[in-house]
């Protein structure tokens, strides 16, 4: 359940990064970025805490993903190797397939499918999993389904049963979005109908979520935006846990009005080792 509140922030706080950082008519479109973590304040960075660590990404003149790259540093040669880890593909200006690479084979190991209706709203997302470059069906074989009335969007989970050789479901998850459509409350279900947990959010009159409420460890995390929308505060509290931890963001902006650095200063209440600082750096190249 940890991992599905962690998710949850994640996702917020990449929200928040994409709302300072959108693209507005006087900027020019991001061709490349190259994002690398380091440790500050006494804090080790590993792949636990940042799973790929730097990463190096390529967009298409929309402003679309079209690749990401693992970055890791090869001793031997002494230099960054980049290694393919995501392509993107688009039908319709709509998201149509991911592939994912692993980086030492170089081979693709998952495929996302994405599909829509006439209105172009997601219908079904189809997780394929590969090996050896064949499509196989194991315990990661996914798809879901995605259903909408009005405010209303319910997604059907099915995952495979390699004993029963079929797929079963195994969670409903329903949203509830405001008129501006935010994401107000979600709510999971286990197969069986039984609530696994509910997530609520609020939102400031500029969209941006201030207050997320979650059922997984009964959490609540608040947060506070500089004067370039950009995350400045992140504080959660749980009635389960007795530690409360906080984040501060501070940030270096280019001519463009995008962070080239983030710092962030992590403190938690009793201190423990997941304390310290997270300095992320971001180089990027803009289409002329």
Same mark, same amino acid.
């Given at each position: ?5 962690v ?48 990463e ?5 003149s929309?402003?679309?993903v079209?690749?990401?790259y693992?970055?890791?540093?090869d001793k031997?040669k002494? $230099?960054? #190797? &980049?290694? /393919? +880890? ?5 039908? @319709? ?8 690479? !692993? ?9 996302l499918?994405?599909?829509?209706n006439?209105?172009m709203?997601l ?26 009335n ?6 059907k ?9 079929e ?6 998850? $329903?949203? #509830? &979005?405001? /008129? +501006?459509?935010?994401?107000?409350h979600e @709510? ?8 696994s !947990? ?24 608040n ?14 509290t749980?009635e389960?846990?007795?530690t ?27 201190t423990?080792e ?9 180089k990027?190249?803009?289409y002329?």
């Amino acid at each position: 359940m940890r991992k599905k509140t962690v998710a949850f922030a994640l996702m917020f706080l990449l929200y928040t990064l994409a709302f300072g950082q959108g693209i507005q008519k006087t900027k020019p479109v991001i061709k490349t970025e190259e994002i690398t973590y380091h440790g500050i304040d006494g804090r080790h960075i590993s792949r636990i805490d940042k799973q790929g660590l730097d990463e190096y990404k390529e967009y298409n003149s929309d402003g679309t993903v079209a690749k990401i790259y693992v970055v890791e540093f090869d001793k031997k040669k002494n $230099k960054n #190797i &980049y290694n /393919l +880890n995501e392509r993107y593909f688009y039908e @319709k200006g709509k998201l149509s397939k991911i592939e994912k690479i !692993g980086a030492i084979t170089g081979e693709k190991h998952e495929e996302l499918l994405f599909s829509y209706n006439e209105k172009m709203q997601l219908i079904k997302k189809i997780e394929n999993q590969f090996e050896d470059n064949k499509l196989v069906m194991n315990e990661l074989s996914v798809y879901t389904d995605y259903f909408y009335n009005e405010n209303e969007e319910t997604e059907k989970r099915f995952e495979y049963d390699g004993t029963k050789q079929e797929f079963l479901l195994t969670s409903v998850v $329903k949203k #509830i &979005y405001d /008129l +501006n459509k935010n994401m107000i409350h979600e @709510k999971t279900e286990n197969f069986d109908g039984n609530i696994s !947990g509910v997530v609520s959010i609020t939102y400031d009159n500029l969209n941006r979520p201030i207050e997320m409420r979650s059922s997984y460890f009964k959490e609540t995390i608040n947060y506070k935006y500089n004067s370039h929308g950009d995350l400045e505060e992140e504080k959660t509290t749980s009635e389960k846990r007795p530690t409360i931890e906080s984040s501060n963001y501070s940030y270096i902006y280019d001519n463009y009005g995008n962070w080239i650095e983030q710092k962030e200063i992590i403190r938690r209440n009793p201190t423990d080792e997941f304390e310290g600082g997270l300095l992320v750096k971001r180089k990027i190249e803009y289409y002329e």
